[in-house]
């Protein structure tokens, strides 16, 4: 059940935004050149290997999510924001358009919120700040309840530096103290993941142009203190089954499975996409494989989805993950799990 939101928490972080609302009127006053300058050292002060390899593995640490190596690898995605933004204008002036007597001017909105993610306790943070900077924006930032050490740890060298450089530290903040929680922080039942899976899933079918339905076929309940992993492996495989389907026919079934036998619990997730094909079959839990492939752009999309679901389920739960795919049938996933790496106590 959600906590109620005290008066001393609503008086913090109403303090927190006007703070934040201070902050965001010397920002508003930045040249782009200032701006530009702005965002070059808050990214500076974070991609340095020395700052980000002791991140990165903090990160590791205290959600349990991830590997060390991956983790700092990250940090070359903030080289790509950096990049982009500074290929942009957003002071003043930025677009044209003479034969329509057209001017656009860019204007901050002002106070952002952010909820920073447990799989990306300081990419996310030090990601969005930059892009706050460039529109001369200032950013209130949430941190996950399991990530929230490593996550302010971030945010303060952030403030260090916006400080050295001559801005408001407030430019962006991190709420230090748990808010609320939708249910207890260390455990959660079995049936609770299924209905956040379910409820998630439909509320991103609704934005795509696709029928597609679930089944659930799971009896078992349990309460179970790894309700993060178990959660983000099911759902990266559901996502998957999304994404089969949606290249095909745009309508399907998606089936979710589990039972226990043999003291493991046993999961399954069946779609009756286009299948995989044998060539692509061996390769799917490799890191950095991928047979998705924007034909507009020419891109591929090269995540650690499949990769890190074996690594959650092998390293984690001592599980073990097979598939079985038949092209123009459909695709199975099933995951194996002693039922020791879940269970507290059967409901």
């Not at 609302?21 to 040249?31: H, L, N, P, Q, S």
């Not at 050490?149 to 952030?158: A, G, L, S, V, Y």
Request: aromatic share 6%.
């Amino acid at each position: 059940m959600a906590k109620e939101v005290t008066p001393e928490q609503i008086e913090m972080l109403d303090g927190m935004v006007a703070k934040a609302r201070a902050a965001a009127e010397i920002i508003a006053t930045y040249d782009q050149e200032r701006v530009d300058r702005l965002c070059q050292a808050v990214a500076a002060s974070v991609i340095d290997m020395k700052v980000w390899a002791n991140l990165a593995d903090e990160a590791v640490d205290e959600t349990g999510l991830g590997d060390k190596v991956t983790k700092r690898n990250k940090r070359n995605k903030l080289k790509l924001i950096l990049r982009d933004c500074l290929r942009q204008k957003s002071v003043g002036v930025i677009e044209e358009i003479p034969e329509k007597g057209i001017v656009k001017y860019a204007k901050p909105v002002g106070v952002i919120a952010s909820l920073v993610p447990t799989t990306n306790p300081c990419l996310t943070p030090a990601g969005q700040v930059i892009y706050a900077i460039k529109a001369r924006d200032v950013i209130i930032c949430s941190p996950h309840p399991r990530a929230k050490k490593t996550t302010n740890k971030c945010i303060n060298i952030i403030r260090e530096t916006l400080v050295r450089e001559g801005a408001p530290a407030d430019i962006i903040q991190g709420i230090e103290e748990e808010i609320s929680e939708e249910y207890d922080e260390k455990q959660m039942s079995f049936q609770d993941i299924l209905k956040i899976l379910e409820d998630t899933t439909y509320h991103i079918l609704e934005n795509k142009n696709v029928h597609i339905q679930l089944e659930f076929q799971c009896s078992d309940n349990f309460m179970t203190e790894e309700h993060y992993e178990l959660m983000a492996v099911l759902k990266n495989l559901v996502n998957n089954a999304i994404e089969a389907i949606e290249s095909d026919r745009k309508f399907g079934m998606i089936y979710i499975e589990e039972h226990l036998t043999d003291g493991n619990y046993v999961f399954r997730v069946t779609d009756d996409g286009p299948g995989i094909s044998p060539r692509h079959l061996p390769n799917i839990f490799k890191m950095g494989y991928s047979t998705k492939f924007d034909q507009k752009t020419g891109n591929i999309f090269r995540g650690v989805g499949l990769y890190g679901v074996k690594m959650t389920v092998e390293e984690q739960f001592k599980g073990s993950i097979d598939v079985e795919s038949e092209q123009g049938i459909g695709t199975t996933f099933t995951i194996t799990i002693p039922a020791t790496s879940l269970v507290e106590e059967t409901l």
